[in-house]
């Protein structure tokens, strides 16, 4: 992008950049403070949901950029579980400090 100055997927790009990349690390620096919610089958659900919307939004993003309308009214169903993913994690964070009786590194 940066050398071409073509700046069309700017979007698609920044997405995948922050759920793909930025999300999942902050997820995964989460779950290794916590390594016995990691270990919790609410961790694993939250990692399928997530992934699992992210596959068919990221890419329908791209081609919905590129001009492909067909690919619209299927990414609300990857966001939607995308989302579902952060809700998920968000409340595994809110409850973790009742979950466990050592606190962060158990």
């Known amino acids: 992008m940066g050398v071409s100055g073509n700046h069309n997927f700017i979007d698609a790009h920044a997405h995948l950049n ?3 990349w930025v999300s999942s690390a902050l997820f995964g620096g989460f ?3 916590h390594p016995t919610l990691a270990a919790k089958r609410r961790a694993w659900v939250h ?3 997530y992934n699992v919307g992210l596959v068919p939004m990221l890419p329908r993003l791209y081609l919905v950029q590129a001009g492909y309308e067909w ?3 299927l990414m609300p169903i990857g966001s939607s579980l ?3 993913g952060v809700i998920l994690f968000a409340t595994l964070v809110v409850t973790a ?3 466990s009786k050592s606190g962060v590194g158990d």
């Open 82 to 84: 995308a989302w579902a």
């Open 71 to 73: 690919a619209e009214p």
């Open 31 to 33: 779950y290794a403070l």
């Open 18 to 20: 922050l759920l793909g």
């Open 97 to 99: 400090p009742f979950s």
């Open 47 to 49: 990692f399928t949901i």
